[in-house]
């Protein structure tokens, strides 16, 4: 089982930056991918990036490429998800997950999730 805490959201105004953590923890693998996700209200949830444990591979969406990076710490065991040049769509719920399937984008190949972690963008 691999446990997942968010942490780091927040009130922010529009073109500021945030960056959230996801500390990951118990049988995780190098192959397992580390997913965002997020889910903004009365809308699905909506894949942002995904990168392998190892820390290889590294895939966004389109609506954050360009200004969102996701990396991980290996000393911490922690997935970061640094969000720059924040907008008002980027309001959200923001939850991190975990599949043993490779570099996944779609929400139900995901088997472990976190409790998630609120992002407000105003203007």
């Known amino acids: 089982q691999v446990r997942l805490v968010e942490s780091g959201g927040g009130s922010v105004q529009a073109g500021d930056s945030l960056r959230l953590s996801c500390a990951v923890s118990g049988r995780i693998f190098s192959n397992h991918a580390i997913g965002w996700f997020r889910q903004a209200p009365g809308k699905e949830r909506e894949f942002v990036a995904v990168?392998?444990?190892?820390?290889?591979?590294?895939t966004y969406s389109d609506s954050v490429k360009g200004r969102f990076t996701i990396s991980r710490d290996s000393v911490k065991d922690i997935m970061y998800l640094q969000m720059n040049n924040l907008k008002l769509e980027d309001t959200a719920v923001y939850y991190c997950?975990?599949?043993?399937?490779?570099?996944?984008?779609?929400?139900?190949?995901?088997?472990?999730w976190g409790q998630g972690t609120r992002v407000t963008v105003s203007s």
């Open positions: 990168k392998y444990w190892s820390g290889s591979g590294t």
């Open positions: 997950a975990a599949s043993p399937r490779p570099m996944q984008t779609t929400a139900r190949f995901f088997n472990s």
